[in-house]
């Protein structure tokens, strides 16, 4: 399922079912609900939460890759899965959405979404 995340103060956020879920259940809405609003009064803790939330998956990441060996690296790239084919983190899916809720606040508008 599509998720379109819209506000008068940016373009659209676009993204599939599962990541924009973990987004909207990170930003302390109802992940089952297939459109709801994030108001004006709401943008701050949910700029917080989300903020924290790639912040923590940045660590993870760093983490993560401290401690690959090259056994790693090498079965990574026999599978195809380096450059553009690399796993998307929460990190890199998570910005556009915080650049939109970040946007909107400054403009005091609300951020809707729905399915």
Request: charged share 30%; aromatic share 4%.
């Amino acid at each position: 399922m599509l998720y379109t995340f819209k506000s008068s103060a940016s373009a659209d956020v676009l993204m599939l079912g599962d990541s924009a879920k973990k987004l909207i259940a990170i930003m302390g809405k109802d992940a089952a609900d297939s459109q709801g609003i994030v108001t004006v009064e709401q943008l701050p803790e949910a700029i917080v939460r989300l903020r924290t939330a790639i912040e923590e998956d940045r660590a993870r990441q760093a983490e993560l890759e401290r401690q690959r060996t090259e056994q790693d690296v090498a079965a990574d790239r026999e599978a195809g899965r380096t450059g553009m084919a690399a796993p998307v983190g929460l990190a890199q899916r998570a910005w556009p959405l915080l650049d939109m809720l970040e946007t909107a606040q400054k403009e005091a508008v609300p951020v809707t979404w729905g399915a």
